[in-house]
């Protein structure tokens, strides 16, 4: 009975992976514009770079091709796996209630919901990624190892699921303070600013970067990309895959907490 159960709850979460799939790309419209304005970024950047580097070969360890592809893929990559999680949202509607009565956790239909719609926005931007490489090409550095590409996306998956974490556990704040997205805005641009999409850590004060190291920011975005370019060595990527993991535990046991507590609260009013 009980294995019946698991497999009836996996075709579950199946079904909503593949109903957020559809959606999200029954609104792939938007997802093109915000790739889109992504691209024009990009563009503007590669010929900023390029004026940077006219007579210097790298600048704090990174030459004219390694920077290229850095802002390329930690554009694309933030602007596909940054997706709203409408925690906050059914929280404050009371949706929740209806969700309590589904014979499936809440917390892992939205991750599910979440990885999906992330997924998709990946491949839907990939065409325009492949599209820039082969326009400038030679200018990029691409890797060629196979073990290059594992880690990559090891570390992105992790990516993903750090951010949904980070992402559940501000929705949660509702509970509390109602109309929370004055602290999600904050976050964004915290975000934002330690995973690198704006300048490089490299670029930024010393003990920015000491600080970016043990908070979990710069392994939603730089440790990624840096990865993937090469940066690191193998041993340096295995260490930032394990601070990732250990991340998503600590989130994972005070979201735990959070919600336990929260939705009490949220049956004590609803009650």
Do not use: C
Not at 25 to 52: E, K
Not at 121 to 150: D, E, K, R, W
Not at 227 to 256: D, K
């Amino acid at each position: 009975m009980k294995r019946i159960v698991g497999h009836t709850r996996v075709q579950a979460y199946v079904h909503v992976f593949m109903i957020a799939w559809q959606k999200t790309f029954a609104f792939r419209v938007s997802t093109y514009v915000q790739l889109g304005i992504a691209s024009i970024m990009l563009v503007s950047m590669f010929y900023l770079w390029g004026t940077l580097f006219a007579d210097q070969t790298e600048l704090v360890g990174y030459t004219k091709q390694d920077m290229l592809t850095y802002y390329v893929l930690i554009q694309y990559l933030l602007a596909s796996i940054y997706a709203y999680v409408p925690i906050a949202q059914e929280i404050r509607d009371g949706d929740l209630s209806k969700y309590l009565t589904r014979p499936m956790n809440y917390l892992v239909y939205h991750y599910v919901h979440s990885i999906s719609r992330r997924t998709l926005q990946l491949l839907l931007g990939l065409p325009a990624v492949i599209v820039i490489f082969l326009l400038f090409s030679g200018s990029f550095s691409i890797p060629s190892s196979l073990l290059s590409y594992t880690l990559f996306f090891f570390a992105l998956f992790q990516a993903m699921t750090l951010l949904f974490l980070l992402d559940v556990l501000l929705g949660l704040m509702e509970f509390w303070i109602l109309f929370s997205g004055s602290i999600t805005f904050i976050s964004d641009l915290i975000v934002f600013f330690l995973a690198g999409s704006y300048i490089p850590l490299e670029f930024l004060p010393g003990w920015i970067q000491t600080l970016s190291d043990v908070l979990p920011f710069k392994y939603m975005g730089a440790f990624v990309v840096n990865t993937f370019v090469g940066r690191l060595t193998i041993s340096e990527s295995l260490t930032g895959i394990v601070i990732q993991t250990l991340w998503i535990i600590m989130f994972a046991m005070v979201i735990s907490v959070v919600w336990k507590r929260g939705l009490r609260k949220y049956e004590a009013v609803g009650g």
